[in-house]
């Protein structure tokens, strides 16, 4: 560039002085004349170059103040037009997939901008490499490559290879109309702007490949300590504000030194990266994953709810980790050893949350028993006890374990059944009767709320069935759905299909859904609920009232019965607010045409309250316990209530 303006200013210095020669001459006639012509020439050549060097110094400054290779492609397109005849301007990159629409970005003579899908032909790769200052594709050429960039009004097109570290890395496409001639000057400043750009790109790619190198493992190419303490200090800043927990996860593997040994840095390094891989793929989106030493990694875990759902994740690893490694036709066999701290509980800090987990993971080494430890003493108590009682739900979905109790629903203006609330209850073998409270929690949080829903709904059905059959069934049975399951595409399909295989038509069903999965409701759902109301079914909205319902939204959702929760029951024999959100709830559900089903009926006063604003009907156990089958059946004997009465 330094030669280009020399040359320049030489140019510049020779017309001056032959200017300035000939009106020393003479001041009129002919020489006068072209003292005239030689000024305006002298003019508009000075006006270009100036525009050129205020563009190409513009270039620079963006360069030097490392502007991103993007903001310097912008300058091209903004100003190259007003001094070179093109009308269309593209820069490929070589180091993206050409499939990738980002790999050519173009803009026309209008200002608008296109991402285009290029490659770069074989043969122009050679020719380029061999022309250095550039190739000029006339239009008798084809070449697959340029094919979007003549779609785009280019006839002829100048191809300016950019390179680095000796490589051909990018392409400058400056198209033009078949009627433009290409002068010297066009093709010199081209090859400078092109220049630019490849300075431009390298010290991109190069100030990527430094925050790489900071950031990054080079063997497994997941984030390294550094990017790690960085993310998880990111982390505590949200969790403060949004008040969320942060599981911090150490992992050691325990046997790799044998089978570094034994294969060699190379094997030792490809095992690694399929340790990297195995973490990855089984941790949400959110999560991160870190090589934190040689055979050591670091998990963060966000916005986890408790320590049931890390202990399954860390135990979900330990498996995954627990299969065969393969390296050069043989098969090596690792184990883990985990330590977990949870933000805020183990620690406010960065360094405090990394060194408590590895004080945990020790723990479990000097164990030997246990493959993965909280930090906090009761936590661990507290998940071995919830996995042990996942694992024995998981075999009392197949041992009979589980069965079935009902409790009546009664009409509060005659006291006769009008339906039953279907529940679930389990005798372990051990344990005894362990009530809904502590395992269906533990039935959500895994995979297995589905199979426990499926088993409850198929059970009830069929023994609603055998009511029927024998006159003593009560108009409906309800029966609870969780979010997972509404949430499935499937679910509502599944369900009247079991409705058809029992013979159970779907308006002797009340399907019960809490009312804050209602306020969420995605809109497949919804549809879902409205489809099974069409076929006849009900919908009940369960717990009402410990929600956040706006009565606007009240509305709108597709449900024909309001639960009211037994919290707001406990109080009603004292004088409280208790009393007017009740009448209120029983006051709103009339206004929307639906009826009021009370929970956790428990006393004379309650019921007379109710009965005195109107409450339909109610549950609890001054009424009724939940029963048994047999119970059951002797109590709707007792208080027979027709169908549709």
């Known amino acids: 560039m330094t030669v280009f303006i020399l040359i320049l200013l030489l140019i510049l210095a020779t017309v001056s002085a032959v200017y300035f020669y000939i009106t020393k001459l003479s001041k009129d ?141 990018a392409v400058l496409y400056l198209g033009f109309e078949e009627n433009v001639q290409l002068v010297g000057d066009t093709r010199r400043i081209s090859r400078y702007i092109a220049d630019r750009l490849s300075v431009a790109l390298t010290l991109v790619l190069r100030e990527k490949s430094l925050y790489y190198q900071e950031n990054f493992d080079e063997v497994t190419l997941l984030p390294n300590r550094r990017a790690c303490r960085e993310r998880l200090s990111f982390e505590i800043s949200r969790a403060q504000r949004y ?3 942060i599981a911090v996860l150490y992992i050691s593997l325990d046997g790799f030194k044998k089978v570094n040994d034994a294969t060699g840095y190379a094997g030792g390094d490809a095992i690694l990266k399929q340790v990297g891989q195995r973490l990855q793929i089984n941790l949400r989106e959110p999560d991160l994953v870190s090589r934190f030493g040689n055979d050591e990694f670091v998990v963060i875990l966000p916005n986890v709810t408790g320590t049931s759902g890390v202990s399954k994740v860390a135990e979900k690893l330990i498996e995954f980790l627990s299969h065969q490694f393969s390296y050069d036709e043989h098969q ?21 949350l990394i060194q408590n987990a590895d004080t945990a993971m020790a723990r479990v080494k000097a164990g030997g028993v246990e493959r993965f430890m909280f930090h906090e003493a009761n936590m661990n108590t507290q998940a071995i006890s919830r996995l042990a009682l996942e694992r024995d739900l ?161 509305a709108k959702l597709p449900f024909d019965v309001l639960k009211i929760d037994r919290s707001f029951l406990a109080e009603i024999d004292k004088p409280s607010a208790n009393n007017e959100i009740v009448s209120v709830i029983i006051d709103l559900a009339h206004h929307l045409n639906k009826t009021v089903c009370a929970e956790g009926l428990e006393n004379e006063t309650q019921l007379e309250f109710l009965k005195a604003r109107g409450c339909e009907a109610a549950q609890g156990y001054f009424l009724s316990m939940p029963l048994s089958v047999e119970a059951f059946e002797k109590f709707a004997i007792q208080n027979a209530q027709p169908k549709n009465s």
């Open 332 to 352: 090596y066999f690792l184990n883990s050893n985990i330590g977990i701290s949870v933000y805020p509980e183990d620690g406010l800090t960065v360094d405090l």
């Open 243 to 245: 008040k969320f927990k």
């Open 394 to 554: 998981r075999k009392a979905l197949n041992s009979n374990e589980l069965f079935l109790v009902y409790q009546p629903q009664i009409n509060l203006r005659n006291g006769k059944i009008i339906g039953a609330e279907v529940l679930v209850r389990w005798q372990h073998p051990s344990k005894g009767v362990i009530p809904p409270i502590e395992f269906i929690p533990i039935a959500e949080e895994s995979d297995l709320i589905e199979q426990l829903g499926e088993y409850v709904r198929k059970m009830a059905c069929m023994q609603y069935k055998t009511w029927q059959a024998q006159g003593i069934a009560p108009s409906r049975i309800a029966l609870n759905v969780s979010s997972a399951e509404l949430m499935r595409q499937a679910f509502t399909a599944n369900f009247l299909a079991l409705l058809q295989e029992t013979g159970v038509h779907p308006s002797d069903i009340v399907l019960e859904i809490t009312e804050s999965l209602l306020l969420d409701v995605p809109g497949h759902v919804n549809t879902s609920l409205q489809h099974l109301r069409k076929q006849g079914m009900r919908i009940a909205i369960d717990d009402f009232g410990t929600g956040y319902s706006s009565l606007s939204y009240l």
């Open 29 to 169: 006639g002919a020489y006068s004349k072209l003292s005239s012509h030689l000024q305006d020439s002298n003019r508009l050549e000075l006006e270009h170059y100036a525009k050129i060097l205020a563009v190409m110094d513009e270039i620079d400054c963006a360069i030097l103040s490392n502007a991103s290779f993007e903001h310097v492609v912008g300058l091209l397109f903004s100003h190259v037009p007003s001094f070179i005849p093109c009308n269309v301007i593209a820069v490929a990159q070589l180091d993206k997939d050409p499939a990738d629409p980002s790999s050519t970005l173009a803009a026309t003579q209008d200002g608008k901008r296109h991402h285009l899908a290029t490659g770069l032909d074989k043969s122009l790769k050679k020719i380029l490499n061999e022309h250095a200052n550039g190739y000029l594709v006339e239009p008798n050429e084809t070449y697959a490559s340029i094919a979007p960039l003549l779609g785009l009004g280019a006839k002829r097109i100048l191809m300016l290879p950019l390179f680095r570290d000796a490589q051909l890395s």
